[in-house]
């Protein structure tokens, strides 16, 4: 979360997923270390604009986090990447963890190639015991959830707002 891209039309999609997510009854919080560049007290704003807060000791028991790292998902964790491990290690404190996740480069531009990237990571995150689906557009989310019942609740409810399916990877 770099505070140079602070309104931009990510940020929008993040606030529909968050709206998504409390609609069925989710705290959203949002991870206040992934935030990077200079904030100059604008913190409080981006947290108002997406309609989620910050993580604290007093997250209820039915909450999602947001992760947003500068850059999405990748294999080694950075200030500008987190790990499908992490993601994992969040589930165990949060009920659903959605991530932005911009980490495809140009070279990956294919259609083919970038679901081949997101089926790999959906993959990784089935082998720590979790699930997970993409929603697959110009700004891609990981959602992952312990349990399969979580993330249908999540699936069928992006679904009922008249997302289109085909947005949605699973494997």
Known sequence: MNSQWFGDSYDI???YFVGILKEIGYQVVVDPN?????????????????GAAPTSDSTSHKSALLLDP????????????????????CLQKHEIVFTFDQSFSRADSKPRIMEEKMIEKLDLLKKTGNFGFYYNSHAKFL????????LNTVEQKLLSSGLPKSRLLKI
């Not at 992934?34 to 997406?50: A, C, R």
């Not at 959602?143 to 979580?150: G, H, I, N």
């Open 13 to 15: 999609v993040k606030r």
């Open 34 to 50: 992934m935030l990077t560049g200079e904030w100059n007290e604008l913190e409080q704003k981006f947290y108002y604009f997406l």
């Open 70 to 89: 500068d850059t999405g998902i990748g294999r080694k964790e950075t200030q500008q990447h987190v790990t499908i491990k992490f993601i994992a290690y």
């Open 143 to 150: 959602f992952a959830a312990s349990s399969l019942e979580r």
